[in-house]
């Protein structure tokens, strides 16, 4: 068996080959943040020409060791050596002139800048040479098909466009130790194929990658090796985790998953039949939906659809296809040119967040860091955001109360930190997200769900739950509207697929994976006509 349980110390457990030096060695490292003990002992050498994937459920420790490395944090235990010589960086600057670049989880842009403004930062003085910068990312684009606008401002890309300018913003620096943390969370398909590729052509050079993911294909295609942590310890390690994902999956969540409808991730339950549909008004009903941007471009075009009680529809497409729009226009954060929407028979077009929060909608929205939370706020405040009225005694905010029901939904949806009182900003990407799914799918009343990207960042383990949350809250007879760029979760968990394409709705059928070739082709623009999509045209 190749795979390495190490139930042990971490010193020494990871053998290298003798005649080649590791690229970077950790050895024994520790970090503890006030009562947390985020890491202990972990031990990982990485070779030159590798990419490592570090897994880990959320919470395991793997962003703190990501952030050790580039010199965000301090180690109080350990030392760290970078070709062979004691490694103590001060900061990431620090870390930068080593040869490390790192992609964090969540962005580190200037919003109002163009992209290559944002790269020129820190690396340009004197007259600002944007055209030589302009040309440089092109020729990013020549090698490595990460396509970027250098003179679009930030604010005015998707969610998956950001993410390629922080991962171009590392490989213009031709790094010799390249640190991913989750980097393909946010992008496309065709996207994630191309970075994977980036991947092993930075590794054929010989610079070492380590890539976190709770991806299993992407193991599967690029991991050399891997190391799992799982409550801040190195607990497995992997010289052929292609071969081994099963046995890598034990190691992070300590069981089996349950038997899985997508080949791919493998960690999904069977969908149950869906049952009977209550009668009554749709739980949302949206008739002819349509988004222009302030240059006028089209967005979002004539979109109309209903969600009946009790039902899960999944809009799929390739991201910026319109999703962000209707995600938008749905939780009252834009006001669409044309169009109107009902929930439940109440007209909500244009309404307001809070509005719709008291109506019963429940909204997880794309980007967790910028929309759905208060990192400065504590896990408590967060997870309570939209009823903390409920626990003000004579004016004052009862945190007793307050923390003790956080408690409860932190241990009912695992969220994983310290106390409920530390700063939920310094919560894991997938800690987050489980403490924003857990607040909107206890929403009381929750009529109707809208969940944009509701399992990104999570490890597969999160992921088989919260979509168990998900059925369970459908099964009261809430209506759900999922919209995911992830289709093996949307045929797992979905009854009825829509597919966008620039912005207009392609089509419309079961949650089948044997429906898969229709859906691919509308995803690519293809209109292929069925006796359901002509009805929901009708």
Not at 316 to 328: F, P
Request: charged share 20%; aromatic share 4%; hydrophobic share 45%.
């Amino acid at each position: 068996m190749r795979i390495e349980a190490v139930t042990g110390t971490g010193a020494g457990a990871q053998a290298t080959p003798p005649s080649v030096a590791p690229l970077l060695r950790l050895e024994g490292l520790a970090k503890r943040f006030g009562s947390l003990q985020a890491l202990a002992d972990v031990s990982l050498a990485l070779m030159p020409g590798e990419v490592h994937c570090l897994l880990g459920e959320n919470g395991a420790g793997k962003s703190t060791l990501c952030n050790l490395v580039f010199g965000v944090h301090s180690p109080d235990a350990g030392q760290m050596e970078l070709n062979g010589v004691p490694y103590t960086p001060r900061s990431p600057a620090d870390a930068l002139a080593h040869g490390i670049a790192m992609v964090h989880q969540h962005f580190s842009l200037v919003p109002d800048l163009t992209v290559v403004d944002n790269m020129l930062l820190g690396q340009s003085h004197g007259v600002l040479d944007r055209r030589g910068w302009a040309a440089r990312l092109d020729n990013m684009r020549e090698r490595y098909g990460l396509a970027l606008d250098p003179y679009a401002r930030i604010q005015d890309l998707s969610v998956g466009e950001r993410q390629r300018v922080e991962i171009v913003k590392c490989l213009v620096r031709e790094p010799k130790l390249l640190v991913l943390d989750e980097p393909t969370a946010v992008l496309l398909p065709e996207e994630i194929e191309a970075l994977l590729t980036v991947c092993e052509r930075v590794a054929a050079q010989g610079c070492g990658v380590v890539l976190v993911t709770h991806k299993l294909a992407e193991i599967r295609l690029v991991a050399r090796r891997a190391t799992v942590l799982r409550g801040g310890r190195v607990v497995a390690r992997s010289d052929a985790p292609a071969q081994e994902i099963d046995m890598l999956v034990r190691a992070m969540i300590q069981r089996e998953l349950q038997a899985a409808a997508p080949a791919v991730t493998q960690a999904h339950a069977v969908k149950a039949a869906p049952e009977t549909l209550p009668p009554g008004e749709m739980a949302l009903l949206a008739d002819g939906l349509t988004v222009r941007d302030a240059d006028g471009v089209l967005r979002l075009d004539k979109f109309t659809l209903m969600v009946a009680p009790g039902e899960i529809v999944a809009v799929a497409g390739v991201e910026g296809n319109g999703q962000s729009e209707l995600g938008a226009v749905l939780s009252g954060m834009l006001k669409p040119t044309e169009g109107r929407f009902h929930i439940f028979g109440e007209e909500m077009t244009g309404r307001p967040p809070k509005t719709l929060t008291a109506a019963g909608c429940g909204v997880v929205p794309e980007d967790r860091h910028a929309l759905a939370c208060v990192p400065g706020m504590s896990v408590a405040e967060n997870m309570m955001l939209d009823r903390l009225g409920s626990f003000r005694r004579r004016g004052l905010l009862d945190r007793q109360a307050l923390n003790q029901a956080s408690r409860e939904l932190m241990q009912r949806f695992d969220v994983r930190a310290a106390s409920p009182d530390v700063a939920f900003g310094g919560l894991s990407g997938g800690n987050q997200q489980k403490a924003v799914l857990a607040r909107e799918l206890t929403l009381n009343p929750l009529r109707f769900l809208l969940a944009a990207q509701a399992t990104r960042g999570l490890d597969v383990g999160a992921v088989e739950a919260i979509y168990g949350h998900i059925r369970a809250v459908a099964a009261r007879g809430v209506g759900v509207l999922l919209i995911s760029s992830e289709l093996d979760e949307l045929l797992a968990v979905a009854d009825r697929i829509v597919v966008l394409y620039r912005g207009r709705l392609m089509g419309m059928c079961k949650a089948d994976p044997a429906e898969r070739p229709r859906i691919g082709a509308w995803m690519a623009g293809h209109d292929v006509r069925t006796p359901v999509h002509e009805e929901a045209l009708a």
